[in-house]
């Protein structure tokens, strides 16, 4: 029997990961965040007022066994200078399947099956009015994940509007898990809309799978400015009830000096360092490996070589 993994997140992070890790004889649940109001998604939720799609379109187009070319049409957007502009060809697809069916989780399903994923995409809710709250260092309150992603101050605290009703397959998942697995991506908007709901949070508490973070490769403007691997593990605990993080996979690969130059310059992203006395006091495991790789002229991490390490651990004992 594979064993059962957990992935939670949201983004292009989560997608990566996926990618990579499908390749493995592991059972994959990917839990997935639903407040994203900004682009195709935000406008489909303005008018349908339905649950954010287009992140869930991404994992699923990168959990998807069929041929490429049905992948790129997923994730077409139009270019008009119609209603269509913007959209992506896949949120209009699982947009209309929640018209259908009146269910997100029905309408991943459905997709799931017309593309060939074997594995489980889950929203973190089906709320359609899910909304991140964020404050910033100053005190002020921003509301709407796009709105926190574009705050041009830090962000220090997160949080939702109305306490979301957790997707029930969700935290029978994680009780059922072999390994949870947080994935890279902003921890902000990705990762923490999933911690912080307090059902998650009990299940985490109760589930005997072990914890894993995937560091990024480099800081998030507003978010974790110069922070180490350390800080963002820091971050997470922070935000965690009672269980906190028993692993951490982290890029040790040095990026070259114009890249990162660029990343500083243009992105305000900065390389985020390992430091090893930093992560031995804080009494977690750190697995350090070389996982970055260049993909479309922007730093990756290496999806087979981060699935690789996943199974890896998984099989130890």
Not at 213 to 233: A, F, L, M, S
Not at 261 to 290: F, G
């Amino acid at each position: 029997m594979y064993k059962k993994v957990v992935v939670m997140g949201g983004g292009t992070g989560i997608s990566f990961l996926l990618r990579g890790l499908k390749d493995f004889p592991v059972d994959i649940t990917a839990v997935i965040t639903v407040s994203d109001n900004g682009k195709s998604t935000g406008k489909l939720r303005e008018e349908f007022h339905i649950p954010a799609v287009g992140d869930i379109r991404k994992v699923i187009t990168n959990l998807s066994q069929i041929d490429e070319p049905i992948k790129e049409m997923m994730s077409y957007r139009f270019k008009s200078k119609g209603d269509l502009n913007g959209h992506a060809v896949g949120n209009l697809i699982l947009a209309a399947m929640l018209d259908i069916t009146g269910s997100l989780n029905e309408s991943i399903k459905h997709l799931s099956k017309l593309l060939d994923v074997k594995h489980t995409v889950l929203p973190i809710s089906e709320d359609s009015n899910l909304t991140l709250m964020g404050e910033d260092e100053e005190g002020n309150i921003i509301e709407g994940e796009e709105q926190i992603t574009k705050s041009p101050r830090k962000i220090k605290k997160i949080f939702y509007k109305e306490e979301p009703e957790v997707t029930k397959e969700v935290i029978e998942r994680i009780l059922d898990a072999d390994l949870i697995i947080f994935s890279m991506g902003s921890i902000y908007t990705s990762i923490l809309p999933n911690i912080i709901c307090k059902k998650v949070q009990e299940a985490l508490n109760k589930t005997k799978a072990p914890l894993m973070y995937i560091c990024n490769i480099v800081t998030q403007p507003g978010e974790t400015d110069k922070y180490t691997v350390g800080d963002h593990v820091k971050l997470l605990n922070n935000y965690l009830d009672k269980r906190k993080l028993d692993v951490v996979i982290a890029n040790k690969t040095k990026i070259d000096k114009k890249i990162a130059k660029r990343y500083e310059t243009k992105e305000q992203k900065d390389p985020v360092l390992i430091n090893y006395e930093q992560i031995k006091e804080m009494n977690i495991e750190l697995i350090d490996a070389d996982l970055m790789t260049i993909e479309d002229n922007t730093l990756k991490h290496d999806s087979l070589k981060l699935g690789s390490i996943i199974f890896s651990y998984l099989m130890r004992d």
